[in-house]
């Protein structure tokens, strides 16, 4: 066993029987490096990556490699996952050496400051396609460190100089940040859309991209072409659907895969990550309350089923992600052949199921079946000869006796047990929203463990931590376990961090009106507001305490988790309305404007951080309800706003004028003695009304 069979990480752990000498990322391995002269291999992944397993099985695995790697370099393995400010450092660093090709496992060579000299990610260990191998890559590099030592550090230096610039350009935009800028991102967004199988580009592989919809979405109560505002729905709901109908989407269990290799959302890999389905089943969710729509209704409660079921620890927070791989083979969890879908159901059944999800004796993914909903149920009942109705009741029923099956008689694929701040934002967000759209008390109690566990656990001397992590060893008592930091939370929170749980904290506020939620999520604001900003506005990834690195990150675009900046700048805006104080709003001014330009030429690189502008240019609208929680007429009121689709709302509630926290309920009084609602919007508010139709009026306004 190697030093990382002490890692807080899963798939760090997962390298602790490797013979090569790794590192985690530490002090003590940069002083090897200079102690013993020699360059250091960076390699970078995470739990759920099918290469980086293939790399480690081939390389990693391998006593003729790992004798050349311990050798010749220091070797240090990052978790991504728990260290996204190196992956975003070296991830700059490998795209600039590959012209853009980055990716994981990401394979990274730095001098012993640290600094990048050469940079890949996967490497083969026979030559495959003209790729080098891992091991000529190695020859190469040691012969240039000690043959051209001048030429390696010339390269880390212009590498480090340009990480080290603001490659966005940033500054005050001349264009200004209005609602033509938004209606323009919203054309160019939907410009690329695939009419045949739906999403907002027409190429493989395809990612589910929640942000992108969910500013298009969020756009249509405000756009004035009514043109627009139909081709948009259509857009949304259209991709939608036929995401949910693939075989991205977990037919059987419910919640969605990382992405489709493929344009018709068939063939995916089959990881599942929390913060895929954290923003899908919140997007499906808003997608029911925009259009009305069953269907989306149900993809979003499967989903939150699926999370409470499988990704759910016993703390009540929840768990990063499930490999795509079990018993040695990509998706043998997920798919069916034709003869085990016949053997675990009912024939009427079975008949129902294999038309239903188009299941063949040939199987479309290596001889076996990837569920998926390609012809439209009335389509398939009416060839089956049966009602509709029927129909859905097999296929009901189909799904929880394979599910049965799935869970009791075969392998699962590893579990990323690690637990995240950011990520369990996004969780506990989504979950909250639902719980009051839908009436679903659970989900919200579910929210509320989460966000309970976070702050008691991840949460200390008034600074968030990122990653905590319960180690075999802690949990069977081991003392080893605590001497090595395991069971405790580890890494100085990041901007995400802290953005993506104040948001789930105002999220739990709407939910439940417990004032401690939101006094949470203000004082989280103002740590950041002291230990985050960037000298010309916006802020930076790490704190001003941080771990000194090469460069300090500043990620502006969205990926595949909203950037920090992006949510941290809707938050702000929304506490804006909740205190009425003015620095909230005008430092998330200060992370928008310079983004103007670029929010208009790339949108589907800003989903988050545009809807954070239309918070901004169309104003939050501010909801006080007062009156007795129980009685029937404020129970209506606050329906109007939780069940409707309401963007830009936000909503504080107490039983009477007593209450002072948040200030947007103070000398908020009931109307003729009844509970009562106060709208208001960029300063100016509208006439108290109780009626729920009065109400609706106003926010539909």
Known sequence: MNRLQHASSPYLRQHATNPVDWYEWCPEAFARAREQDKPILLSIGYSACHWCHVMAHESFEDAETAAILNRDFI????????????????????????????????????????????????????????????????????????????????????????????????????????????????????????????????????????????????????????????????VVAFSLKKMACGGIYDQVGGGFHRYSVDRLWLVPHFEKMLYDNAQLSRLYLHAWQATGMPFFKR????????????????????YSSTDADSEGEEGKFFVWSLEELRAALPPEIAESAVAYWDATESGNFEGRNILHVPAEPSQVALRLGIPLETLESHIGQARQLLLNKRLSERVPPHRDEKILTAWNGLAIASFAEAARVLKRPDYAQAAARAADFILESLYQDGRLLRSYLLTPEAAQGDPLGAEHGASLARYNGYLEDYACLIDALIQLYQTTFEPRWLEEAVTLAETVLIHFPAEDGGFYDTSDDHEQLITRPRNLQDNAVPSGNSVFAKVLLQLAAYTGETHYSASAEAILKPLVNAMREYPLAFGEMLCAARLLVHGVQEVAIIGATDALQTIALLDVVQRGYYPNAVVAHAPDEAEVFPPLLVERTPLDGQPTAYVCRQFVCQLPVNTPEALRAQLSA
């Open 75 to 234: 070797n240090i393995k990052v978790d991504r996952e728990e260290r996204p400010d190196l992956d975003a450092i070296y991830m700059q660093a490998t795209q600039i050496f590959t012209r853009g090709h980055g990716g994981w496992p990401m394979t990274v060579f730095l001098t012993p400051e640290g600094k990048p000299f050469h940079a890949g990610t996967y490497y083969p260990k026979e030559p495959v396609r003209g790729m080098p191998t891992f091991k000529q890559i190695l020859a190469a590099i040691s012969d240039a460190w000690r043959n051209r030592r001048d030429q390696v550090y010339q390269v880390a230096e212009q590498v480090t100089e340009g990480l080290q610039r603001d490659l966005l350009g940033l500054g005050e935009s001349a264009s200004p940040l209005d609602a033509a800028l938004l209606e323009d991102a919203v054309r160019a967004a939907i410009r690329d859309f695939d009419p045949v199988y739906g999403g907002l580009s027409r190429s493989q592989p395809k990612f589910p991209t929640p942000m992108n919809y969910e500013f298009l979405l969020s756009m249509t109560p405000y756009l004035g072409d009514e043109g627009l505002r139909q081709r948009v729905l259509e």
């Open 299 to 318: 993809i979003a409660e499967e989903t939150y089923d699926y999370l409470l079921r499988e990704m759910q620890a016993p703390t009540g927070a929840f």
